[in-house]
């Protein structure tokens, strides 16, 4: 049960990576897709205020405008309007802060100890009754480093351990 549960979260995991990779190559490529357009030589190039980001799995898409200088007698000056760099860079900002949590999770959920599990490793150690067990399983659960420890070991040593604990409790 406990591997289903890894093999599901691995594979969570693996979608949102790839989710994450895609927005973030859609991302650059629209940066290099008008970075040309910005580095034009006489003529004002500026993007759309509102760029549209179409659905990331069909591809992105922007439409861009060129401005270019007026010859009337009054005209504004043109003001260059920032190119939806700073929209890319926040988005893969907020893209690696979210892969950063998701990483943080995944290193907290590794860490836990299965309760399922662990009770039941105890449980099948023979030789003890079941009160001694469950107090044991309570003793154990208690402290993750024991939990872990516990069930690292293999049957013979997980008895021998279970021993040591009852020599100890009872002094």
């Given amino acids: 049960m406990n591997n289903q549960k890894n093999q599901k979260r691995d594979e969570i995991v693996a979608a949102a990576i790839a989710a994450c990779t895609a927005g973030i190559l859609s991302m650059v490529a629209l940066y290099l897709e008008h970075a040309e357009d910005l580095e034009t030589n006489d003529q004002v190039t500026s993007l759309d205020e509102d760029v549209e980001l ?12 060129q401005l270019r200088p007026t010859t009337s007698t009054y ?4 003001v260059k309007k920032p190119c939806s760099t700073n929209r890319i860079a926040k988005t893969m900002s907020t893209m690696a802060a ?7 999770v995944l290193d907290q959920s590794s860490d836990e100890v299965s309760v399922d599990e662990l009770y039941e490793k105890v449980m099948k150690v023979e030789g003890f009754d079941s009160e001694f067990l469950v107090e044991a399983f309570e003793y154990i659960y208690s402290d993750d ?5 516990f069930l690292s070991l293999n049957g013979r040593q997980r008895k021998i351990w279970l021993l040591k604990y009852l020599h100890s409790r009872n002094g």
Avoid: F, W, Y
């Fill in 98 to 104: 979210n892969l950063s949590k998701l990483a943080q």
């Fill in 145 to 149: 480093k024991k939990a872990r420890t």
């Fill in 75 to 78: 005209s504004k000056p043109h």
């Fill in 54 to 65: 179409d659905d990331i799995n069909e591809g992105m898409e922007a439409s861009s405008k």
